[in-house]
């Protein structure tokens, strides 16, 4: 095993920072990291705005649901859908394209596109001694995102990564069984070994959850998913979407 998968199989997220900020070099090698990623037809479809202004962190981490580690971070970093380039490309070429920005096939180009990169950001970090957490919070309220940020149309901000020095050290969470998530050639449809599988990761998870709070908390990864999806989140979004000219056509 090499040192860049013993990074990718150490992953945990870090929720608490030290108050020391990432330089200027380290912002920038992250960055760089983010766009040595794969990109579909060389698109491009993406933004990273970093966010250092305490201000500003402290209003995001309130509408991302009072997250303290959105404000007390190393770095801010938000990873944006952005064709709002593209429009401006084609501005240059004297041509218009509004009808291939707004269908959903580029609409999933650019969330691929963000994801991907988003994801060797994180490596890069992490390969530095540095610590991250995804912050999906920010989609409560886009509009009050986008002010703050002063993002504009075809653009819409996805997703946040608190980046710094790790405060203290988090357990590692059990993934779902490698048979659970890997299939070959196909689907495989034996339902009742999956369910033995989740069954059996749900003891895994529960156990996990017993040792890191003392006994405070044993819950399984099914009842945990259950009772998040019963009820359908964030559906303005949308809506927003067709509005920020990022049409589902």
């Known amino acids: 095993m090499n040192s860049t998968i013993e990074t990718i199989l150490n992953h945990r997220s870090i929720r608490k920072f030290t108050d020391e900020p990432l330089t200027e070099e380290q912002i920038q090698l992250i960055v760089e990291s983010a766009q040595a990623a794969s990109t579909s037809s060389f698109v491009q479809a993406y ?3 970093g966010v250092k202004n305490h201000e500003k962190k402290k209003k995001l981490a309130e509408l991302a649901g009072n997250q303290s580690y959105v404000e007390n971070n190393g770095h801010f970093f938000v990873f944006c859908a952005d064709l709002n380039r593209h429009e401006m490309a ?6 218009d394209m509004p009808a291939s920005l707004e269908t959903t096939e580029t609409f999933m180009v650019a969330l691929i596109d963000a994801a991907l ?14 610590g991250a957490c995804y912050i999906g919070g920010i989609r409560n309220n ?12 075809r653009v819409l901000p996805l997703f946040g990564i608190a980046i710094g020095y790790p405060m203290q050290e988090s357990s590692k969470k059990p993934r779902l069984p490698f048979s659970n998530i890997y299939h070959e050639d196909e689907y495989q449809q034996d339902t009742n070994l999956f369910k033995q599988q989740l069954e059996e990761y749900n003891q895994e998870i529960s156990s996990y959850y017993h040792e890191r709070t003392g006994g405070k908390r044993n ?3 099914t009842a945990q998913m259950t009772n998040m999806m019963q009820a359908p989140k964030r559906t303005y979004m949308k809506d927003y979407i067709n509005k920020q000219g990022l049409s589902l056509k």
């Open 47 to 49: 933004t990273i705005i």
């Open 90 to 95: 084609a501005e240059l070429e004297g041509k």
């Open 117 to 130: 990169a988003s994801q060797n950001a994180v490596l890069a970090a992490e390969s530095m001694g540095l």
């Open 142 to 153: 886009l509009e009050e995102v986008q002010q703050v940020l002063k993002t504009p149309k």
């Open 219 to 221: 819950d399984t990864w």
